[in-house]
């Protein structure tokens, strides 16, 4: 049988790399956050062409704090799309809003704008459409959603963009990183994904310092001691 994929042949190729890190880390004994954690938050967004990064748990603490850093809240609404990882939905479900889901292009297997422009029609001749607050593209399988449609009706409905990107580390969108168009991007390094780690992880990268800020303080339970100990 061939394995779907080999982390350990991987780890072999970069074992050297990996045992220096590690025991580096182990001997200085500090394990939270830090300066290995620091510096790849400033690589990372630096790679990705925004200005924070903010490391975190996993991909779906990426989606879930990125959502609370916009104020996303119970009652609320996130429109995004169903063909996505259950961490998608799950993430909106967790700050107690609610995912509505609009079909994707059957080209792309993204979300499909002219659906989404119709969503929002709906909603609003039935006077429910103050209560979508958000749009959560997904860019699936390293493939970039319509960011431009996307970023224009958003903007002519007032709603606020975060992109996930668990699945598209490093893909562009005409000449810009698909992280780079809404208020946040949400990765994932998990394992198995374009850019793994070895156990979890995640990042949410912004332009905004508000949102950096938020989300640090999410980080650490609201902790301004130690927002920036990373």
């Keep these: 049988m061939v394995p779907f994929i080999d982390l350990k042949r991987q780890y072999k190729e970069i074992e050297g790399e990996i045992l220096s890190a590690t025991q580096r880390v182990y001997g200085e004994g500090r394990f939270i956050l830090r300066e290995e954690v620091s510096a790849f938050e400033k690589e990372f967004s630096h790679y990705c062409g925004?200005?924070?990064?903010?490391?975190?748990?996993?991909?779906?603490d990426a989606l879930y704090l990125a959502l609370k850093a916009a104020g996303i809240r119970e009652g609320d609404e996130v429109v995004t799309v169903a063909n996505s990882f259950i961490a998608t939905a799950l993430a909106i479900s967790f700050t107690g809003a609610k995912p509505l889901f609009v079909d994707i292009d059957p080209k792309t297997y993204t979300m499909d704008p002219n659906h989404l422009e119709l969503l929002l029609k709906r909603q609003k001749a039935k006077d429910s459409g103050r209560?979508?607050?958000a749009i959560l593209p997904v860019h699936l399988y390293g493939h970039p959603a319509e960011m431009d449609s996307i970023m224009e009706i958003a903007d002519r409905y007032d709603l606020i963009v975060i992109e996930d990107t668990c699945q598209a580390h490093g893909a562009k969108y005409g000449k810009k990183k698909v992280d780079s168009f809404g208020a946040m991007g949400c990765?994932?390094?998990?394992?198995?994904?374009?850019?793994?780690?070895?156990g979890d992880g995640g990042m949410v990268v912004t332009n905004h310092k508000?949102?950096?800020?938020?989300l640090r303080l999410l980080r650490c339970y609201g902790e301004r001691k130690n927002m920036n100990t990373s």
Excluded at 50 to 60: C, D, M, P, Q
Excluded at 187 to 198: A, D, I, M, R, V
């Design 210 to 214: 508000r949102h950096d800020q938020n």
């Design 50 to 60: 925004v200005r924070y990064g903010v490391g975190v748990g996993s991909g779906t």
């Design 131 to 133: 209560k979508i607050k």
């Design 187 to 198: 990765f994932s390094f998990y394992p198995t994904k374009n850019l793994g780690g070895y």
